[in-house]
């Protein structure tokens, strides 16, 4: 089974930025859509950013002009630049195909916002 590995996670003040980082695995990678989870304490995982295989970013309301996703199909590799972080924003954040699972969950990266 494919999987992915999620990075660069932290603990940032309000306001600040942050890059998060998935390295899949496989060769699927460049033919699905891919997207950013994210899963608060107490709270169901939800998906805040998605992009095409060709590039096109969705993203929900609340990070809107915030989030930028992004992908690199040659390196197998997804990003999310994250701005203007709130601490709302704070949860452990995942990657995976969408719709379809096709890959593993990994153990995602925690994101704490917090003065």
């Known amino acids: 089974q494919v999987q992915v590995v999620e990075s660069g996670g932290d603990l940032v003040h309000p306001g600040g930025s942050l890059i998060l980082s998935c390295a899949a695995s496989g060769s699927i990678f460049s033919q699905y859509s891919m997207g950013w989870f994210r899963q608060a304490p107490g709270k169901q995982r939800e998906l805040v950013a998605s992009?095409?295989?060709?590039?096109?970013?969705a993203y929900v309301n609340s990070v809107k002009d915030r989030f930028t996703i992004s992908r690199d199909n040659g390196k197998n590799i997804l990003n999310l630049q994250m701005n203007k972080l709130k601490p709302e924003d704070t949860a452990v954040y995942y990657c995976?195909?969408?719709?379809?699972?096709?890959?593993?969950w990994g153990q995602g990266t925690q994101v704490t916002v917090s003065s």
């Open positions: 992009i095409t295989p060709r590039g096109v970013g």
């Open positions: 995976n195909s969408v719709p379809t699972y096709y890959y593993h």
